[in-house]
């Protein structure tokens, strides 16, 4: 029965320039988020308000799970659009409407009429009285409630009449390159992926990076961080997802550093590298899915000396979440399946038995100057090799 959608947004501090920016960027992210779908779309914007018009046969089901991955949209209403062949047509076609959506027939109602086209004989006042005695004439245990009605029946009168009344949540947020763009250290594990998700929904646009350690770590382990990139990329538009080449850098570090400092300085030149490539790539900041002490990495001391080397802002969204808080959302947002797939991590390839919990920023400096002599030219190395897969 319904032919098109009626996207609502939030439209706190979109005044302005901004208003159009928003709505610009939302067309845009909801016309990628349906090229997956079958169907045609028509997305346009009328009058203040954003369309999503069905050309043809579409699936239903389908077509809302994606509308509701979409950041920025709050709600989503599915419209019956019908043709304007006079008021008692209408009457007929709003009394089938509330029969169909709600069988039980048993709701209190208020119709919310609006005239688009002042030309319409009936003005709004008199097309809700009309159309709610239709309603109560039809169905008698339905009541009408202007104050609270369970179901608000919305009849917009433009070209065509639109009969909506049931809204969907959407996921809120901001649409996806309305702030920017960031850098996320996507590993294959749990957190980094939410992470990812959590700053994107404030409307920041994702570029990745993965340091990888063959032979260490396997191309099923990459192809797992690929798959995860892949389905973060359903909320955030298209992902460039950078591979790093990590293991001749974590080699030298193995050979050169007390093997207890040797995850805080790894974790060190990642931030880095990933620093590097965000400059280079107009990211304006960086993305971890670190949170307060989950592992030794990630003490108050440890992120000193992970943070310190960059000068970009790092955005830890997770920083306060407990495990079973990340786990929750990583189910949610349907990457927990895929990140708790077995495959080794580069990070636990090389684990000292007792990591430093509690490293010292100075001491951490000092022990990297034994890598002098030829760090640069790995990590020059390793930028010129990395590989870039689009998602
Ligand atoms: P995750 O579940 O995201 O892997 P984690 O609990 O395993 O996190 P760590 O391994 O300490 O935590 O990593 C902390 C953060 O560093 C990760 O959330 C991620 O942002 C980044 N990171 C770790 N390993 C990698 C990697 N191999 N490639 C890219 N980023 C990484
Ligand atoms: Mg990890």
Redesign the pocket.
């Known amino acids: 029965m319904f032919t098109a959608f009626l996207i609502k947004y939030a439209e706190i501090g979109i005044k302005g320039r901004n208003r159009y920016l928003f709505e610009d960027a939302l067309v845009h992210q909801i016309r990628f988020a349906l090229k997956k779908c079958e169907g045609k779309f028509l997305v346009h914007k009328n009058q203040g308000r954003i369309y999503v018009d069905a050309e043809g046969e579409f699936d239903y089901e389908e077509t809302v799970e994606r509308l509701k991955n979409v950041f920025g949209i709050s709600g989503i209403c599915p419209v019956l659009y019908v043709e304007d062949e006079g008021f008692d047509k209408l009457c007929d076609r709003v009394v089938r409407y509330v029969g169909e959506v709600y069988p039980d027939e048993d709701k209190s109602f208020k119709v919310h009429a609006r005239r688009a086209r002042k030309d319409y004989p009936k003005e709004s006042m008199e097309i809700n009285a009309d159309l709610g005695e239709a309603i109560l004439k039809a169905y008698p245990k339905m009541r009408v409630d202007v104050h609270e009605p369970e179901v608000l029946l919305s009849v917009e009168i433009r070209e065509k009449i639109y009969i909506y009344s049931e809204t969907i949540p959407g996921p809120g947020g901001m649409p996806v390159g309305t702030g920017g763009k960031a850098m996320?250290?996507?590993?294959?594990?749990?957190?980094?992926?939410?992470?990812g998700y959590m700053i994107a929904k404030r409307g920041v646009k994702l570029d990745?990076?993965?340091?990888?350690?063959p032979p260490y770590?396997s191309e099923r382990a990459k192809q797992k961080?690929v798959d995860l990139a892949r389905i973060v990329s359903a909320y955030t538009g298209p992902i460039w997802l950078h591979v790093?080449d990590?293991t001749a850098i974590q080699l030298y570090i193995y050979e050169k550093c007390p093997h207890e400092e040797l995850?805080i300085i790894m974790?060190r030149y990642?931030m880095r590298i990933?620093e590097h490539i965000a400059k280079e790539t107009g990211c304006l900041g960086l993305?971890?899915?670190?949170?307060i002490g989950?592992?030794a990495?990630?003490t108050m001391s440890s992120l000193i000396s992970?943070n310190e080397v960059c000068t970009l802002p790092v955005y830890r969204p997770?920083i306060g979440f407990d495990?079973q808080e990340?786990v929750e959302l990583a189910g949610k947002i349907g990457t927990f399946e895929t990140?708790i797939l077995p495959y080794e991590?580069?990070?636990?390839i090389f684990v000292a038995k007792h990591p430093v919990t509690k490293p010292n920023v100075n001491i951490i400096r000092r022990h990297e100057r034994n890598l002098e002599e030829k760090i640069e030219e790995l990590v020059k190395t390793a930028l010129e090799t990395k590989e870039l897969i689009v998602v």
């Open positions: 996320l250290l996507l590993s294959g594990g749990i957190d980094s992926p939410v992470a990745a990076v993965y340091f990888h350690a770590t961080v790093i990590f995850t974790r990642m990933a993305i971890t899915g670190e949170s989950q592992v990495s990630q992970t997770l495990k990340i990140s991590d580069c990070c636990t």
